[in-house]
């Protein structure tokens, strides 16, 4: 079992910046790829952004060239530098990550950590 905890997010006016963080821990062997996803009320989960355990990167085009995603393989934890924000970024964002143990793949989630963009 992998638990994913995540922190950064907050209130901000629109152009500012956040950085979130989300560390695993527990049975981490096999940790592969890790990322953020966003749900903003009355929608659905959307990717942010993703990060392979050999650092591969893929953004959804409404964040290139804003959000930098990066993972810290000694940590284990997945960091989301996001600049230039905008009151379309508001969401909960949450942490995933992927885990191949033994032939058997999971997937899990953090508990969401909210991002406001407001003036």
């Known amino acids: 079992q992998v638990q994913l905890v995540e922190s950064g997010g907050g209130l901000v006016q629109p152009g500012g910046s956040l950085r979130l963080s989300c560390a695993a821990s527990g049975s981490i062997f096999g940790l592969g790829a890790m990322g953020w996803y966003r749900q903003a009320p009355g929608t659905q989960r959307e990717l942010v952004a993703t990060i392979t355990s050999g650092r591969s990167t893929n953004y959804a085009d409404s964040v290139k060239g804003r959000f930098t995603i990066s993972r810290d393989n000694a940590k284990n934890t997945v960091y989301l530098q996001m600049n230039s924000l905008k009151p379309e970024d508001t969401a909960v964002y949450y942490c995933?990550?992927?885990?191949?143990?033994?032939?058997?793949?999971?997937?899990?989630w953090g508990q969401g950590t909210q991002v406001t963009v407001s003036s």
């Open positions: 995933n990550a992927d885990q191949t143990r033994w032939g058997k793949w999971y997937e899990y």
